[in-house]
């Protein structure tokens, strides 16, 4: 079963005297385990890919699969849980709430879906111990750096089972240290069952993916894979 | 890529006298075996640092393994200055794919976007392979993580460029006259590529 697959997926804003495609036909899987990196300009419907990827938004033509199951098939209520249980979310700018702690905010969508908050909470704390920030579940968001912000909402993006990773500009305004850090658990996130996808228009960040595509005024121009064999860069031809 | 070998070599002979072996082995393990050097290399370069008084060796006059060598307090001059000398970055070099782009504004009909694009997914085909290496690396290994780094902030600002030369050519009249004549058939284009002489 693919993670994520849109078929000939269409975004249009707007009505007919100022109409805006944001999404022409576009086509992607994404299988588990994988994890994708979305390129382009700004407006080149990098945003509006992840947003209906998530169900956050819909298509006006196409299709979309979420874990095997088309978006357009469930009711308003079961797209809600798909989100809750299986879609995680990274933006750029965190979005934590600030009156919770980092163990509380990444409990939180567990507890929205049911789950009892000792159950939840326990499930936040090893996602944070996973991140290295086991030391800092008890504090508020602005006790925490800029990095570790982020580290806590990838938490909260991949505790509990969730299947999906969509993450927007993920690094933000962090340093290129930082942003690296943020990368390499997106990419460790991505192992087993949990497929990602990152868009983004920094080359450095997207090379962290298994595959980059390129959008480019709504269309999918070019995608590419790294070639087998990275070592051979190590290698000059002179030397073979 | 250029590396200045002789003061390497120096460097590494700041630690204390070596033989000429162990300094190949050590200058490859300290750059990350990102650049490789064979054996003769090291001899003659170390003959030449010898020949300009940089270091000193000890072990009979015979060329070969059994030699030692050490640095002198020129030797430890010359690599103090050879740090804090800037290499030279002022004049830019002639680079084949800014050439390419400008040939291609040039050429009639010519999708400069779609050439853009080639060059900049290859680019990006390169990065990934260069941070595959980067994620395998362990965190001790701070010259090759260093080296990789080097080479993907190199690569990173050509693909800046290229983004910045595509948003330039697309808001730039005459780019878009270029591309209306690509779009166009045929005979138009002929017309337009004619009329813009």
């Known amino acids: 079963m693919t993670a994520l697959e849109l078929r000939n997926v269409s975004k249009v804003y707007g009505d007919r005297a100022a109409e805006v495609h944001a999404l022409r036909e576009v086509s992607l899987t994404v299988e588990p385990g994988a994890l994708v990196a979305v390129m382009g300009p ?30 357009a098939t469930l009711s308003r209520n079961e797209r809600a849980r798909l989100r809750r249980r299986s879609i995680g979310f ?44 086991g030391s800092r579940a008890a504090r508020f968001p602005e006790e ?47 192992r087993g069952e949990v497929a990602g996808v990152v868009a983004t228009h920094d080359a450095q960040l997207a090379s962290w993916a298994d595959r980059v595509v390129f959008l480019r005024d709504g269309r999918m121009v070019d995608q590419t894979s790294p070639l087998p064999g990275p070592e051979s860069l190590l290698t000059p031809s002179d030397r073979k | 890529m250029a590396v200045s070998v002789p003061h390497a070599l120096l460097a590494l002979l700041t630690e204390g006298p070596k033989y000429g072996l162990q300094l190949r082995e050590e200058f490859e393990s300290r750059t990350g075996e990102v650049w490789p050097l064979n054996v003769g290399q090291v001899y003659t370069t170390l003959q030449r640092l010898e020949r300009q008084g940089l270091v000193e060796s000890e072990g009979g006059a015979d060329e070969g393994p059994q030699k030692m060598f050490r640095i002198t307090a020129e030797g430890d001059e010359e690599l103090a200055a050879w740090l804090r000398t800037p290499p030279d970055l002022a004049s830019p070099p002639r680079d084949e794919l800014v ?68 948003s330039w050519i697309q808001r730039s009249p005459a780019a878009a006259i270029s591309r209306a004549a690509s779009a166009a058939p045929l005979p138009r284009l002929r017309r337009k590529a004619g009329a813009r002489r």
């Open chain 2, 99 to 166: 050439i390419k782009v400008l040939v291609a504004l040039r050429v009639p009909g010519a999708d400069v976007a779609a050439v853009l694009q080639v060059h900049r997914a290859y680019l990006v085909q390169l990065m990934q392979q260069w941070t595959r290496i980067k994620e395998d690396a362990t965190e001790d290994d701070l010259a090759l993580l260093l080296a990789v780094d080097a080479e993907l902030f190199r690569l990173d600002s050509v693909v800046r460029w290229l983004d910045s030369a595509d």
């Open chain 1, 90 to 133: 990274v933006f750029q700018d965190f979005n934590l709430l600030a009156g919770l702690t980092a163990a509380e905010n990444v409990a939180l969508p567990l507890e929205l879906d049911g789950l009892q908050a000792r159950a939840a909470r326990k499930a936040a704390l090893r996602a944070l111990d996973e991140l290295g920030l």
């Open chain 1, 42 to 71: 700004s407006g080149s419907g990098k945003s509006t890919m992840l947003t209906i990827a998530g169900s956050l938004e819909e298509a006006t033509g196409g299709e979309v699969f979420v874990a095997g199951r088309s978006l």
């Open chain 1, 144 to 190: 925490l750096s800029g990095g570790e912000r982020q580290r806590v909402a990838i938490a909260r993006a991949v505790v509990g089972e969730r299947r999906l990773l969509l993450a927007d500009e993920p690094s933000g305004a962090l340093d290129s240290v930082n942003a690296e850090a943020v990368m390499r658990l997106v990419r460790t996130a991505c």
